[in-house]
Protein backbone atom coordinates (compact mmCIF):
# COMPACT_ATOMS: atom_id res chain seq x y z
CA UNK A 1 0.00 0.00 0.00
CA UNK A 2 1.65 3.26 -0.92
CA UNK A 3 0.01 6.26 1.36
CA UNK A 4 -2.25 8.63 -0.30
CA UNK A 5 0.22 11.68 -0.03
CA UNK A 6 2.67 9.22 -1.81
CA UNK A 7 0.52 8.61 -4.73
CA UNK A 8 1.50 9.13 -8.27
CA UNK A 9 5.25 9.65 -7.60
CA UNK A 10 6.65 6.04 -8.74
CA UNK A 11 6.53 4.46 -5.30
CA UNK A 12 4.31 1.87 -6.31
CA UNK A 13 5.74 0.98 -9.87
CA UNK A 14 9.58 1.00 -7.75
CA UNK A 15 8.14 -1.07 -5.25
CA UNK A 16 6.53 -3.94 -7.33
CA UNK A 17 9.74 -4.14 -9.62
CA UNK A 18 11.71 -4.68 -6.75
CA UNK A 19 9.54 -7.41 -5.99
CA UNK A 20 9.71 -8.89 -9.16
CA UNK A 21 13.68 -8.53 -9.08
CA UNK A 22 13.30 -10.39 -5.55
CA UNK A 23 11.06 -13.28 -6.76
CA UNK A 24 13.23 -14.03 -9.67
CA UNK A 25 16.35 -14.15 -7.25
CA UNK A 26 14.44 -16.54 -5.59
CA UNK A 27 14.09 -18.64 -8.79
CA UNK A 28 10.47 -17.71 -9.18
CA UNK A 29 8.82 -17.08 -12.83
CA UNK A 30 5.56 -14.87 -11.77
CA UNK A 31 4.37 -12.53 -8.94
CA UNK A 32 0.82 -13.02 -8.44
CA UNK A 33 -1.43 -9.84 -6.00
CA UNK A 34 -4.82 -9.62 -5.11
CA UNK A 35 -6.71 -6.36 -5.13
CA UNK A 36 -9.72 -4.59 -4.50
CA UNK A 37 -8.65 -0.83 -4.97
CA UNK A 38 -6.41 -0.27 -8.14
CA UNK A 39 -7.29 -2.78 -10.95
CA UNK A 40 -6.29 -0.37 -13.43
CA UNK A 41 -3.01 0.90 -12.24
CA UNK A 42 -1.65 -3.27 -12.49
CA UNK A 43 -2.63 -3.38 -16.02
CA UNK A 44 -1.10 -0.34 -16.70
CA UNK A 45 2.18 -1.97 -15.52
CA UNK A 46 2.10 -5.22 -17.18
CA UNK A 47 -0.06 -7.18 -15.17
CA UNK A 48 -2.71 -9.39 -16.15
CA UNK A 49 -6.16 -10.33 -15.10
CA UNK A 50 -6.44 -13.76 -13.85
CA UNK A 51 -9.77 -14.05 -11.84
CA UNK A 52 -12.18 -12.67 -9.81
CA UNK A 53 -11.74 -14.14 -6.01
CA UNK A 54 -14.24 -13.44 -2.85
CA UNK A 55 -13.04 -11.76 -0.37
CA UNK A 56 -12.98 -13.65 3.64
CA UNK A 57 -15.19 -10.21 4.83
CA UNK A 58 -17.42 -10.08 1.88
CA UNK A 59 -17.24 -8.81 -1.40
CA UNK A 60 -14.59 -9.52 -4.25
CA UNK A 61 -11.29 -8.99 -5.00
CA UNK A 62 -9.16 -9.30 -8.44
CA UNK A 63 -6.37 -11.40 -8.74
CA UNK A 64 -3.44 -10.67 -11.17
CA UNK A 65 -0.20 -12.15 -12.32
CA UNK A 66 3.07 -11.22 -13.95
CA UNK A 67 6.12 -12.85 -15.89
CA UNK A 68 9.35 -12.35 -14.07
CA UNK A 69 11.76 -11.41 -16.38
Known sequence: MIFEQYRHQGYGTKMLQEIAK???ELGYNKVYL???QAPE?????GYTYLQQVEKNE???G????K???
Do not use: N
Not at 41 to 45: D, G, R, S
Not at 62 to 65: I, P, R, S, V
Open 22 to 24: KTK
Open 34 to 36: WTD
Open 41 to 45: FYKKI
Open 58 to 60: GGY
Open 62 to 65: ELFY
Open 67 to 69: EVD
